[in-house]
Nanobody, 117 residues
């Protein structure tokens, strides 16, 4: 089992920036990829960004391209989501996601991001 701990959420004005971090602990050797999803009130959870741990290949949702950047630190088992040019519609609970090679998903507890207009 692996555990994911997020940090870095908060309140920011539109146009501002926030950085989210997610650190994996426990059984992390089989983690294929890590990334972020988000869920706004009354909406389904949606994919935001993902990075593969060995190759560093990244994938973004269209609505964050050019504004968000995901990176990883293998030594620290950490992925970071740098969020720039934030918009009110980015307001959501952001969840860290881990995908092991054995299948399934790990989830963090979520961190609130609020963007005021």
């Amino acid at each position: 089992q692996a555990q994911l701990i997020e940090s870095g959420g908060g309140v920011v004005q539109a146009g501002g920036s926030l950085r989210l971090s997610c650190t994996a602990s426990g059984r992390t050797s089989n983690m294929y990829a890590m990334g972020w999803f988000r869920q706004a009130p009354g909406k389904e959870r949606e994919f935001v960004a993902r990075i593969t741990m060995n190759e560093g290949n990244v994938l973004y949702a269209d609505f964050v391209k050019g504004r968000f950047a995901i990176s990883r630190d293998l030594a620290k088992n950490t992925v970071t989501l740098q969020m720039n040019s934030l918009r009110p519609e980015d307001t959501a609970v952001y969840y860290c996601n881990g995908k092991p090679t054995t299948g399934g998903d790990y989830w963090g507890q979520g961190t609130q991001v609020t963007v005021s207009s």
